[in-house]
């Protein structure tokens, strides 16, 4: 298998040509492409909520309750396996429609216990993030990387996607409080982040952390917006504080933090849904309750019938931009892989 053949299966060709415009504004944004040496990371170790999330079986959620998943599920439209002839076996395919950590270890030749792509013996690959994770958990998980990987080393990548759950929290406290009461707890959330971010960087590893898109962006946000017309508006601009925190605390020095934008990549596809393919920017693709338990349809054979996946009617996995309420699909969540690929390859890490 090749990171090419992965990562952009079922992606329109608008945004795959998309993704690589869009990938030199972030390099410029950055600090320009210039690196030392490739980094070629041994290890990469994955923290955050359940945007990095690979099922082994069914997920423990972060207050002890049981979250309902096969093995290889992911927070997307997840792929259905077949056989040589095509017939659906039951099964998922994890390596299809990638999540953005796993795309990352795609590039690295690095597969993950929950889905071992190289089949090494030991996957260099481990897996820490929780569904429904804050940014109060990320020291449990860290300290729990710490003790198995024996400390952290320079040659260690890790990953930070989190933070949604804060701002889920903070919007939870509104209208009790005001709408710049809630917005200070999104940034006092993200500032937290930043300063945890720098502190595992300090251990020794390398980190990519990324921004957060806007909430305001999501199904959630419109359902919200039924109820009064300025909280899809107060979603963004808590996520926005969020993000900026997070910047303003982070020692982002381009050498031992890479900072992935997905904010402003994943807002670009919101602005101009038709110029990628997109026919909802602000629907779910889902039926089911919560992207883990979707599955897109099989294509079928001349001699194996289709097998229908669980997406609402008229979605495919690459023309709706979110699974479900508040999970991106597989174009969002590879497009962040991309962004993540180029800026671990930039960095001079």
């Given at each position: 298998?090749?990171?090419?053949?992965?990562?952009?299966?079922?992606?329109?060709?608008?945004?795959?040509?998309?993704?690589?415009?869009?990938?030199?504004?972030?390099?410029?944004?950055?600090?320009?492409?210039?690196?030392?040496?490739?980094?070629?990371?041994?290890?990469?170790?994955?923290?955050?909520?359940?945007?990095?999330?690979?099922?082994?079986?069914?997920?423990?959620?972060?207050?002890?309750?049981?979250?309902?998943?096969?093995?290889?599920?992911?927070?997307?439209?997840?792929?259905?396996?077949?056989?040589?002839?095509?017939?659906?076996?039951?099964?998922?395919?994890?390596?299809?429609?990638?999540?953005?950590?796993?795309?990352?270890?795609?590039?690295?030749?690095?597969?993950?216990?929950?889905?071992?792509?190289?089949?090494?013996?030991?996957?260099?690959?481990?897996?820490?993030?929780?569904?429904?994770?804050?940014?109060?958990?990320?020291?449990?998980?860290?300290?729990?990387?710490?003790?198995?990987?024996?400390?952290?080393?320079?040659?260690?990548?890790?990953?930070?996607?989190?933070?949604?759950?804060?701002?889920?929290?903070?919007?939870?406290?509104?209208?009790?409080?005001?709408?710049?009461?809630?917005?200070?707890?999104?940034?006092?959330?993200?500032?937290?982040?930043?300063?945890?971010?720098?502190?595992?960087?300090?251990?020794?590893?390398?980190?990519?952390?990324?921004?957060?898109?806007?909430?305001?962006?999501?199904?959630f946000a419109a359902a919200q917006n039924l109820i009064s017309g300025e909280r899809a508006a107060l979603l963004t601009d808590i996520t926005k504080r969020f993000n900026a925190g997070m910047r303003s605390a982070l020692v982002n020095d381009g050498r031992v933090i890479g900072l992935v934008q997905a904010d402003a990549q994943i807002d670009v596809l919101v602005r101009n849904p038709s110029n990628y393919g997109y026919v909802s920017v602000s629907a779910a693709a889902c039926s089911t309750p919560?992207?883990?338990?979707?599955?897109?349809?099989?294509?079928?054979?001349?001699?194996?019938?289709?097998?229908?996946?669980?997406?609402?009617?008229?979605?495919?996995?690459?023309?709706?931009?979110?699974?479900?309420?508040?999970?991106?699909?597989?174009?969002?969540?590879?497009?962040?892989?991309?962004?993540?690929?180029?800026?671990?390859?930039?960095?001079?890490?």
């Open positions: 298998m090749t990171v090419g053949i992965a990562c952009v299966r079922g992606l329109s060709r608008a945004l795959r040509v998309s993704m690589l415009v869009g990938l030199t504004a972030v390099v410029a944004a950055c600090g320009g492409g210039d690196r030392v040496s490739d980094f070629k990371p041994q290890r990469l170790i994955v923290f955050g909520d359940s945007s990095s999330v690979i099922a082994g079986g069914n997920l423990t959620d972060v207050n002890g309750g049981t979250v309902t998943a096969a093995a290889g599920a992911k927070y997307l439209v997840n792929a259905q396996a077949v056989d040589s002839a095509g017939a659906a076996t039951g099964a998922l395919d994890c390596n299809s429609y990638p999540i953005w950590a796993q795309a990352l270890g795609f590039h690295y030749g690095i597969g993950f216990a929950e889905c071992n792509t190289f089949s090494e013996a030991t996957p260099r690959g481990k897996i820490y993030a929780q569904v429904g994770a804050s940014v109060a958990d990320l020291p449990a998980q860290i300290a729990r990387a710490r003790v198995d990987a024996g400390g952290f080393r320079s040659t260690d990548l890790t990953t930070i996607m989190i933070g949604q759950q804060d701002i889920l929290d903070a919007y939870a406290q509104y209208p009790t409080k005001t709408a710049a009461e809630v917005v200070a707890l999104g940034e006092a959330a993200g500032d937290a982040l930043g300063v945890q971010v720098n502190a595992l960087a300090r251990e020794g590893a390398r980190v990519l952390v990324t921004t957060l898109p806007f909430q305001g962006s999501t199904p919560t992207a883990i338990s979707c599955t897109g349809p099989t294509a079928g054979t001349t001699t194996v019938p289709s097998v229908p996946g669980t997406l609402v009617t008229g979605a495919t996995v690459s023309n709706y931009l979110w699974a479900d309420d508040r999970h991106l699909g597989a174009n969002g969540q590879s497009l962040i892989g991309s962004l993540a690929i180029d800026r671990a390859v930039n960095n001079p890490f």
